[in-house]
């Protein structure tokens, strides 16, 4: 029986995650909407979420001309979890892109936050 485009990257998505929980490294994760963007720093063991952007926060709206749908967004996106990591003593990450392909928002959120100081 066929996947889902939806269960294919869930699939995908599961086998980086294990292969970074096998490294315990801390891992940057990225979700996408339509209309959002959102990035998380998660521990190296996963119980706990250090650090959270997105574009559904008030201030990151605030700054945006659109709806956080876009490349723009997800550069804002990008500098703003790099800006958090540091000041929660993270420098290294695992770039988790949930099955996503690295193109487009994903990428330029994962451009942003390299360019931002975080290392991966």
Request: proline share 0%; charged share 30%; no cysteine.
């Given at each position: 029986?066929?996947?889902?485009?939806?269960?294919?990257?869930?699939?995908?998505?599961?086998?980086?995650?294990?292969?970074?929980?096998l490294?315990?490294?801390?891992?940057?994760?990225?979700?996408?909407?339509?209309?959002h963007?959102?990035?998380?720093?998660?521990?190296?063991?996963?119980?706990?979420?250090l650090?959270?952007?997105?574009?559904?926060?008030?201030?990151?709206?605030?700054?945006?001309?659109?709806?956080?749908?876009?490349?723009?967004?997800?550069?804002?996106?990008?500098?703003?979890?790099?800006?958090?990591?540091?000041?929660?003593?993270?420098?290294?990450?695992?770039?988790?892109?949930a099955?996503?392909?690295?193109?487009?928002?994903?990428?330029?959120?994962?451009?942003?936050?390299?360019?931002?100081?975080?290392?991966?």
């Amino acid at each position: 029986m066929a996947l889902s485009k939806k269960e294919q990257r869930l699939r995908r998505a599961r086998q980086t995650r294990a292969r970074i929980a096998l490294q315990g490294a801390v891992r940057l994760t990225v979700t996408r909407s339509n209309l959002h963007i959102y990035a998380s720093v998660i521990s190296g063991d996963g119980t706990k979420v250090l650090a959270t952007a997105s574009t559904a926060e008030k201030e990151v709206r605030d700054q945006l001309e659109k709806a956080g749908g876009n490349v723009a967004a997800a550069t804002l996106i990008g500098k703003r979890i790099a800006e958090k990591a540091k000041a929660a003593g993270v420098e290294k990450v695992a770039f988790d892109r949930a099955g996503y392909q690295y193109h487009g928002r994903i990428k330029a959120l994962a451009d942003a936050a390299r360019e931002a100081g975080l290392q991966f």
